[in-house]
RNA sequence: GCCCCCGUAGCUCAGUUGGAUAGAGCGACGGUUUCCUAAACCGUAGGCCACAGGUUCGAUCCCUGUCGGGGGCACCA
């Protein structure tokens, strides 16, 4: 890789740059410096470190493959020869390269493999000084992406509270935010609320008509929970009201259910559904609570006043709900759109468009987005009444999106079942020729099931598993818990313990999982608290940091020596952990930046926290070989309580990715 | 009918972007406690990586097909 800099600059700053260079970029480093040794002319193959099979085989491992191939040679000949001009390079009366401070101390081939074993104690120091140096930064790179990144996430309907879908939407938003940021991207978070719409007037219509004048204070009662009982409400009503239609129309409705249904075939039930569809749209048009919702929207478009104030009341007391659940788990916004105000802004793109041929518009007025080219059916963008679409407004807030942000990339984090919405979204605005419209992505996530017969965690609405409901259970039992076991004492250290360690549960139980497949949630399972759980991450970090009080507490540490979070880099001399369990968390810890890393490149989290349950394990299994405070010599005692601060400060980083909190006692 | 995603231990999930002997947790069975928090550690059992072809020196991973599960294909959002 060319340096921008002359050489002159270059050698001014090299003492400095060789400090900065990270663990990840060591390996980059050592990669090339490898290929340049091949055996064959390998420019245009990229060297990548796995690990070998077993730990005593090495720390790196290359293969020789993909040379031998382009050689058309035995692999493992290829290999062999590899071997030897590396150790010969190893041995140069020139010595290694500047770059080089954790040596490669030796190269063994297995078969075509090159395994490579660096110098433990090298490493160790390495690794320790830059955890010791960054801190919180670690594993973090330099803010020099010059990518601005945009990250649509949570996006909730204002007619009913938050439920667990909305859970994992806002948990990868947030933490994939905060990954990309650790990436060092620039990163815009924005939530377009979905405040405007006939379910919204549901909801408006059951409270104007079956509210009493109640409010959110008088029955002490969270917003959005408020107004999703008047949205239920809607529901039950119609049902009511469908059932006396169905009477006064002489239609039994016992004939649609599913065990009447169940006894026919073909086309008797053919026939069955279709009368079933015939009936509902008979009621859909003379409905009078539907009418009267309908009603609603066309004066809310309108501009009624005293439909808006309605509506803006009720909005405001789901949205203050929203936000309490957001401060709750940690979601925040670096700016809200709202339906409301958007949903306009798509029929000037429309207008624009049909200039472009990109749309066309048919007899009865409505107008299409032709698609053929993309291979996608033809898409309505206005109805023939001239109102505007989902597909409208998402176009128009697209567009203002980008004025406002200018970002490189916008992200979509959003439902799988929402795939071919945005597939048809790109589409068009690709067809628009907006030049960043190849920068949209949708990060797909798929459903949350339960396992059947969950009836606990279901809401007080009765239809999902609300949110409020799930973070206060996870607090109740992490609390009982806590209470058990004697962790914690007071009550308020006892409530804030089992709110971090509810959430952590919840959080790492949900963010350990690959985005695009379903996840089968088992509450009990969650909050079980052993294992590979949240709580087990958390209880390493707390841990930790008891065995440094307990330390100083026997005299074997003094304040002074922990100061600043860590022991001095000359007082803990970390280059005497040899055990095979400490070599282990070394190698560990030198890999975070490249989980972070590949991670962010591959838009998702779960390796990350896959990340944190391994790290764990692999402290607890140190801790539980060898003593900490129990140590053989004074020296190794502070090597390895250094170590462990170190392991704490990398859970801790990656936690924070995860948006979960590491406690310092549980 | 067409499109997308998923299928790995009894259950819930990882799997280094195609490489060496496929890994965890839970559950089961057995063990470890005068020792820094047992919310722990160690061991045993448990696998045709859904199935069948193909590409490749090499496939859990890529391609095609079949089967099974989920989601979608609105003048709903």
């Given at each position: 890789m060319d340096s921008p800099h002359s050489p002159a600059l270059v050698s001014w700053l090299h003492l400095e740059e060789e400090q900065s260079v990270s663990y990840l970029e060591f390996e980059e480093k050592l990669a090339t410096w490898l290929t340049e040794l091949?055996?064959?002319?390998?420019?245009d193959i990229e060297l990548s470190f796995t690990k070998p099979p077993k730990p005593e085989m090495g720390d790196l491992a290359v293969a020789a493959f993909d040379l031998a191939k382009k050689a058309r040679r035995n692999p493992a000949e290829v290999a062999g020869e590899w071997k030897s001009a590396v150790e010969a390079a190893l041995a140069?009366?020139?010595?290694?390269?500047?770059?080089?401070?954790?040596?490669?101390t030796e190269v063994r081939t297995a078969g075509p493999y090159l395994n490579l074993r660096l110098d433990a104690a090298s490493l160790a120091r390495r690794v320790v000084r830059e955890i010791v140096e960054e801190?919180?930064?670690?594993?973090r790179q330099p803010e020099n992406s010059g990518r601005k990144i945009m990250l649509e996430y949570s996006?909730?309907?204002?007619n009913k509270p938050l439920h667990l879908g909305h859970v994992r939407n806002n948990l990868i938003g947030m933490s994939l935010s905060n990954l990309l940021s650790a990436a060092g991207h620039e990163v815009v978070r924005v939530n377009l609320v979905n405040d405007r719409g006939i379910h919204i007037c549901k909801s408006m219509l059951a409270y104007e008509r079956f509210?009493?004048?109640?409010t959110p204070e008088s029955c002490g009662e969270k917003g959005d929970h408020f107004v999703g009982r008047y949205y239920v409400l809607f529901d039950q009503k119609m049902k009511e009201e469908r059932a006396g239609y169905a009477k006064s129309h002489g239609?039994?409705?016992?004939?649609?259910s599913k065990d009447a249904k169940k006894e026919l075939e073909g086309d008797e039930l053919k026939a069955r559904n279709k009368e079933e569809t015939e009936f509902d749209e008979r009621f859909d048009k003379e409905s009078e609570l539907l009418g009267a919702a309908r009603e609603m929207l066309r004066r809310w478009e309108a501009g009624d006043e005293t439909v808006l104030e309605l509506w803006n009341r009720m909005n405001g007391w789901v949205l203050g709900g929203f936000k309490q659940t957001y401060k709750r788990m940690g979601s925040e916004f670096d700016h809200w759109y709202y339906e409301s105000q958007t949903?306009?802004?798509?029929k000037d793109l429309v207008e624009k468009g049909l200039g472009l041929g990109v749309f066309e518009k048919h007899d009865d007025g409505s107008v299409w987005a032709k698609l053929e080219s993309k291979k996608l059916k033809d898409k309505i963008?206005?109805?023939?009444?001239?109102t505007s679409v989902y597909m409208t407004q998402d176009l128009g807030t697209s567009v203002m999106k980008h004025e406002d942000f200018g970002a490189e990339r916008s992200i979509y984090v959003v439902g799988s079942e929402q795939q071919h919405h945005f597939k048809v979204l790109f589409a068009i605005l690709e067809l628009l020729q907006?030049?960043?419209?190849?920068g949209s992505y949708h990060a797909s996530y798929g459903l949350v099931t339960l396992p059947?017969?969950?009836?606990?965690?279901?809401s007080r609405e009765g239809t999902a598993v609300d949110a409020d409901d799930l973070l206060d259970t996870l607090h109740e039992i992490a609390a009982a818990k806590i209470r058990e076991g004697g962790y914690a004492e007071g009550d308020k250290a006892i409530e804030a313990a089992a709110e971090m360690i509810g959430q952590g549960a919840l959080k790492l139980y949900i963010l350990q999982?690959?985005?695009?497949k379903n996840i089968q949630f088992d509450p009990k399972e969650t909050i079980a608290?052993?294992?590979?759980t949240g709580p087990a991450v958390q209880y390493s970090h707390a841990r930790i940091h008891g065995i440094v009080r307990k330390g100083i507490e026997q005299g074997l540490l003094t304040e002074s020596d922990v100061d600043g979070g860590f022991l001095s880099l000359d007082s803990a001399?970390?280059?005497?952990?040899?055990?095979d369990e400490e070599r282990d968390v070394i190698r560990r810890l030198a890999d975070f930046g490249k989980v972070i890393a590949t991670s962010a490149e591959n838009l998702t989290v779960a390796p990350v926290a896959n990340y944190l349950l391994d790290l764990t394990k692999a402290y607890a299994r140190m801790y539980h070989e060898h003593p900490v405070l129990g140590a053989a010599s004074a020296e190794l005692m502070k090597a390895r309580v250094q170590l462990a601060l170190c392991v704490a400060q990398v859970l801790r980083n990656g936690l924070a990715v995860l948006t979960i909190e590491a406690p310092e006692r549980m």
């Open positions: 091949a055996p064959v002319e390998a420019d140069a009366e020139s010595g290694l390269p500047d770059w080089m401070d954790v040596p490669v801190r919180t930064d670690y594993g996006s909730p309907n204002t509210g009493n004048g109640e239609v039994d409705l016992e004939r649609f949903y306009q802004l798509g963008v206005l109805r023939s009444d001239g907006f030049p960043w419209a190849s059947r017969g969950m009836g606990r965690l279901k999982v690959s985005p695009e608290f052993t294992g590979d001399p970390v280059h005497l952990l040899e055990e």
